[in-house]
């Protein structure tokens, strides 16, 4: 798990909203323990801020819980930070399923491990679909063709220079579908190479622990 993943989700849910002092000043600390390597000083700075955090804040803390627990073994720990941060918070990345799933393999809680990756993999097509699905309503496809007549769009990876005028709204909502889609893997890739190891691991572990069952 690195540090530009740990809270990429969440950051992009607030993006745009201006940081107060008192939360730059956080970031600010939790940077120096990080770069320190001091998890649990920056433990222990989040777990006081999580007391006095608003609820703009608390996502980022509890994600940044589980990645100083996680780093200091305290899998547990970290696995509570990344339940709460998905059952109670709003706009949590799929990632946090991911998380956990990597928490409940050191823990050898094995089947419950496949369940959160499995968890991972239907947010993450939840979390695409409403993305497609706004990008392709009536408003967004003539928005769309508006920027390309006018050559706003330019070379951007949605618009790839692509002739929309001719094109019907079905056509359209098929094109932004498929370049939305791709430009999911390509930014996902990290998440994916994530997945594959839990799962290779945990293919593993699970096959050991039948071969005991069996001897047994």
């Not at 050898?108 to 706004?134: H, N, W």
């Not at 063709?145 to 951007?156: F, I, L, N, T």
Request: hydrophobic share 40%; charged share 30%.
């Amino acid at each position: 798990m690195s540090r530009s993943t740990a809270t990429g989700g969440a950051a992009a849910a607030r993006k745009g909203a201006g940081p107060k002092k008192e939360e730059r000043t956080k970031k600010e600390k939790l940077d120096e323990y990080l770069k320190a390597r001091d998890y649990t000083g920056a433990l222990a700075m989040l777990e006081f801020h999580k007391k006095t955090d608003d609820a703009a804040e608390e996502l980022d803390t509890l994600m940044w819980i589980g990645y100083c627990a996680f780093h200091l073994g305290q899998f547990q720990r970290a696995f509570d930070a990344y339940l709460e941060a998905i059952n109670g918070q709003q706009g949590c990345p799929p990632e946090a399923h991911l998380y956990q799933a990597a928490c409940l393999f050191y823990l050898q809680m094995y089947k419950p491990c496949e369940e959160a990756v499995q968890s991972f993999e239907d947010a993450e097509k939840r979390t695409l679909a409403t993305a497609i699905a706004e990008a392709t309503e009536d408003d967004a496809l003539a928005a769309r063709r508006a920027k390309d007549r006018a050559g706003q769009v330019g070379g951007s990876l949605l618009s790839k220079s692509r002739a929309t005028a001719g094109m019907s709204d079905s056509d359209l909502r098929a094109t932004i579908s498929k370049e939305m889609t791709d430009a999911h893997k390509l930014s996902r890739g990290w998440a994916t190479a994530l997945k594959t190891r839990l799962l290779f691991h945990l293919s593993h572990r699970m096959d050991d622990q039948e071969k005991l069952m069996v001897s047994g």
